[in-house]
């Protein structure tokens, strides 16, 4: 059993940043989607063991995704944050072929 807990969102004005924490209990293949009301879930950013990332076009140049091995925690830093990025972020996580999921943490972008 995989338990994921996510941190750090929140309310910033268009144009600021926030980081996201997502601490795991093992170190996964893991990855930051997101939904928007009315949306079906995206991916956000994907980082795997040996730290090779992907980003989705929406976000290139202004998220970065992260991992601390030793805490076991990956990072998404969101820079230059835009109304559209408005959304629940879930952290995910791929684990001996299980998928495990968080509960979400809500970021709003006020424009």
């Known amino acids: 059993q995989v338990q994921l807990v996510e941190s750090g969102g929140g309310l910033v004005q268009a144009g600021g940043s926030l980081r996201l924490s997502c601490a795991a209990s093992r170190t996964l293949f893991m990855a930051w989607y997101r939904q928007a009301p009315g949306k079906q879930r995206e991916l956000v950013a994907s980082?795997?063991?040996?730290?090779?990332?992907n980003y989705a076009d929406s976000v290139k140049g202004r998220f970065t995704i992260s991992r601390d091995s030793a805490k076991n925690t990956v990072y998404l830093q969101m820079n230059s944050l835009k109304p559209e990025d408005t959304a629940v972020y879930y952290c995910r996580a791929i684990y001996g072929g299980m998928d495990y999921w968080g509960k979400g943490t809500l970021v709003t972008v006020s424009s």
């Open positions: 980082i795997t063991r040996d730290g090779s990332t």
